[in-house]
């Protein structure tokens, strides 16, 4: 008998129940989210840590009242309507209640990278048009950037004033610690939006639902072979996967969140040195490896005394195998052959290279991920033959739901429910993948997304510039880094520092390239319809004498 495909029979219930609005029971039995888990967390844990933090630390009943007193004072002031927050603020204790807050009330959560200059910031908070932004006193001046040039106007609350009813503080001491009566929060609402690179030079916005949140951390459970408990040290900034999806990884296992203030190696190792449970995941990216063992080793650390880590490592294919092999070996701990996105959660990242092993190509392929499903497809989204190169493509709940205010880029790359990640891999015999290359020109340094387009977009207004080329070169420290290629018919008259220059203040300095050469005109090779051929500029050499910065 033969199949035909029917939107109509594929959404209708293949079951009755014998009752009236079938469809809304089944949709409240499905009702499950980010501020549920919360709530359950602190029913279970009461008394266990929660979060640590720079400001505050709190038991997972303590967490939830605090959360309960941001929601009583939120929803008064915004309603029940779709409302949106953003979070301005290096990482802290507040700033995780506060999307807990937005969870419960089935608020949207902009998480706003602070290392964005003046132009980025801007568009970032005019894609999500808050409502109010909780801005810390270290950051309270990019406010006056949003109040001049954004489109949005929101109000402000502060973390750090002590006074007055647009403190975080006020928000806290007026509210009730009571559980709120609230209506469910659809898992399919928005919970974040957390900020990606953009391929033609700003960044878009995610949205990361309550039901990709939820899948991810069943992901990395399964992943990283986790168990209840396991804690987690965040110091990665907010506006990353790594941290927002570990905010709910905790809840879900009942572990304790630890915030640093960044890659604070002296805090992280006492952590590790003074933590009662296992450490889930050490978040280790190329740039941060180094000092981590720099550190242990200049300070004779007996990595005896730490607790258990289930897992290390990120970026394995940009990490050499020997720094592999050493920091495995050093905390007893494999490393994560991770692959994955912000849109995307993790997706091929079911194996975990052993202690001690400097993994070669067998090694770094990736094995698929649970609870996403993966094609490698052609321009026209056909599925390739096993053993040809193709572009990895997902769905499934870990996936994000689209970008915020970004329609072309939502048609381009999302199809009936799949995302191409621009990433060109190949599928083994055994079933595992291997990486080829990126089909989106990427530059992936320190853990770090850089788009060329970012850099490019900036330098060609030079008015002396005729074109310019972004490619990534090799790094021990970051695993690659940016250089720019820069043509002009005056190269006397165009300055290096000058044009560094012209990108500071524009865009944020974790993407300025360390390598400038100017070059003479009509020097990049094209393809026939004229595009640059970035690949073969890749393979022009690289001197030192062309570094403009190290970091």
């Not at 132009?119 to 949003?146: G, K, M, N, Q, T």
């Not at 165009?494 to 220059?501: D, F, G, I, N, T």
Request: with cysteine.
């Amino acid at each position: 008998m033969g199949l035909t495909t029917n939107t109509r029979a594929m959404t209708e219930p293949n079951f009755h129940l014998g009752i009236q609005d079938q469809d809304r029971f089944v949709e409240r039995t499905r009702q499950f989210s980010v501020g549920d888990l919360l709530r359950k967390a602190a029913r279970m844990y009461a008394d266990r840590p929660a979060v640590t933090g720079p400001h505050a630390a709190y038991t997972y009943a303590e967490l939830n009242a605090a959360v309960n007193r941001l929601v009583d004072r939120l929803g008064d002031r915004l309603g029940d309507g779709p409302a949106r927050v953003a979070v301005l603020s290096e990482n802290r204790v507040e700033g995780m209640a506060v999307l807990y807050a937005c969870a419960k009330l089935g608020y949207l959560a902009a998480t706003l990278n602070w290392r964005l200059e003046r132009e980025e910031l801007v568009h970032c908070v005019d894609l999500v048009e808050p409502d109010v932004v909780f801005v810390s006193e270290r950051y309270a001046d990019r406010c006056a950037w949003i109040d001049e040039d954004a489109d949005s106007s929101p109000s402000y609350v502060s973390f750090d004033d002590d006074e007055g009813e647009s403190s975080y503080r006020a928000l806290l001491e007026a509210g009730s610690p009571e559980e709120p009566d609230l209506p469910g929060v659809d898992p399919e609402q928005g919970l974040a939006v957390i900020y990606t690179s953009g391929t033609t030079g700003l960044p878009k916005g995610a949205v990361v639902s309550h039901r990709a949140e939820l899948a991810r951390s069943d992901q990395v459970v399964l992943d990283m072979r986790l168990q209840m408990g396991d804690s987690y040290i965040s110091w990665a900034p907010m506006f990353h996967m790594s941290t927002v999806d570990w905010i709910v990884t905790m809840a879900m296992l009942g572990g304790t969140y630890h915030i640093v203030d960044g890659f604070d190696v002296e805090r992280i190792v006492e952590i590790l040195q003074t933590s009662q449970r296992p450490i889930a995941w050490l978040f280790l990216v190329p740039g941060v490896i180094d000092q981590f063992l720099d550190y242990v080793d200049e300070h004779d650390v007996d990595t005896d005394t730490f607790a258990p880590i289930r897992c290390t490592g990120a970026l394995a294919d940009l990490t050499p195998p020997e720094k592999v092999e050493r920091v495995t070996k050093l905390v007893d701990a494999p490393f994560h052959n991770s692959y994955g996105s912000t849109e995307v959660g993790w997706a091929t990242s079911g194996y975990l290279i052993p202690p001690g092993v400097a993994p070669d190509d067998a090694e770094l392929s990736k094995v698929e991920s649970p609870l996403i499903d993966v094609k490698l497809v052609d321009e026209n989204w056909t599925a390739v033959e096993q053993g040809s190169k193709g572009e990895l493509a997902v769905r499934g709940p870990t996936l994000a739901s689209g970008y915020v205010n970004s329609p072309e880029s939502n048609r381009s790359e999302f199809h009936d429910g799949w995302f191409r990640t621009g990433d060109l891999f190949v599928r083994n015999a055994d079933g595992t993948y291997s990486y080829v290359s990126r089909k989106k020109y990427l530059i992936k340094s320190g853990g770090e997304n850089v788009y060329p387009g970012e850099i490019e977009r900036v330098i060609v207004e030079h008015p002396l510039v005729d074109d310019v080329v972004v490619v990534r070169v090799p790094d021990e420290k970051w695993g690659e880094v940016p250089k720019a290629y820069v043509s002009t018919d005056r190269p006397e008259e165009v300055s290096r520092e000058e044009l560094l220059e012209l990108l500071r203040g524009r865009i944020a300095s974790y993407k300025l390239p360390h390598y400038i050469e100017v070059v003479p005109p009509r020097s990049f090779p094209r393809g026939t319809t004229g595009k640059v051929l970035r690949s073969e500029v890749e393979e022009w050499p690289v001197s030192e004498d062309d570094r403009i910065r190290e970091v």
